[in-house]
C-alpha cells in the first residue's frame, strides 16, 4: 500500500515519556496515534485498534491488532502480543490494561515500522539496574530454599528486576524440592 510507506517514511514519534525509576526514555501507544494522526488524515486513511484474548501453548496472550484501512478498502494487520499475567498490587483489570497498552504500542511499532533501538525498557538496550539493586535481588532467590519460596521472591521484585535475574531463576528451579 503506497500510502502507508509514505506515513512509514513520513511518521516522527519521539520517546516523550521519561521513567525516572528505570532512568530511561519510551513511547506509548498514544505517542504513536498522536503522531500518526495528522498523517492518517492526509493521506486519507484509517487506524483501527483491537484486542482480544487467545491461549497459546496453556498461557493466556492479548493479541492487538493495529489495522490501517485506505479508501479503497486495501486493509493491512499487523499483531503485537503480551502475556497476561498476575502482577503484585494490580487488579485483573489493570493488568489486562496494561498487557493491552504494551500489544498495541508493538502493534503500532511494527505497522509503522517504528525503531526501538534507542534504551527501551522492552529493549535489550535498556539501562542496567544500579549493581547494588541487582545484587541484592539474586542473593534473595539464591537463599530460597523451595520452589514456592522462590516463585514468592521473584514476584515481589520489580519487572526490571525480573528480566535481569530470569536466567538465574530458572537456573535455580532445577536444584530446588518443591
Known amino acids: 500500500m503506497e500510502k502507508l510507506i509514505k506515513i512509514q517514511s513520513e511518521l516522527k514519534a519521539p520517546k516523550g ?3 525516572s525509576f528505570g532512568k530511561y526514555k519510551y513511547r506509548s501507544a498514544e505517542d504513536i496515534l498522536e503522531a500518526v494522526k495528522p498523517l492518517l488524515l492526509k493521506y486519507g486513511v484509517v487506524v483501527t485498534l483491537s484486542d482480544s484474548i487467545e491461549a497459546i501453548g ?3 496472550f492479548l493479541i492487538a491488532r493495529a489495522t490501517i484501512i485506505d479508501t479503497d478498502s486495501n486493509l493491512i494487520t499487523v499483531c503485537g502480543y503480551a ?4 502482577h503484585k498490587g494490580m487488579s485483573s483489570e ?3 490494561g496494561t498487557a493491552s497498552s504494551y500489544a498495541r504500542k508493538y502493534a503500532l511499532n511494527g505497522l509503522f515500522l517504528i525503531d526501538e533501538t ?3 525498557a522492552d529493549n535489550e538496550n535498556v539501562k542496567k539496574a544500579p549493581n ?3 545484587i541484592e535481588a539474586e542473593n534473595k532467590l539464591r537463599a530460597c530454599g523451595t520452589l514456592s519460596a522462590l516463585q514468592n521472591v521473584y514476584m ?3 519487572i526490571e528486576m525480573r528480566k535481569l535475574t530470569l536466567k538465574l531463576k530458572d537456573e535455580l ?6
Open 83 to 86: 502475556e497476561l499475567s498476575e
Open 173 to 178: 528451579k532445577t536444584t530446588l524440592p518443591a
Open 94 to 96: 489493570q493488568a489486562t
Open 156 to 158: 515481589d521484585l520489580s
Open 132 to 134: 547494588k539493586e541487582l
Open 17 to 19: 515519556n521519561f521513567n
Open 58 to 60: 496453556g498461557r493466556l
Open 118 to 120: 534507542e534504551a527501551d
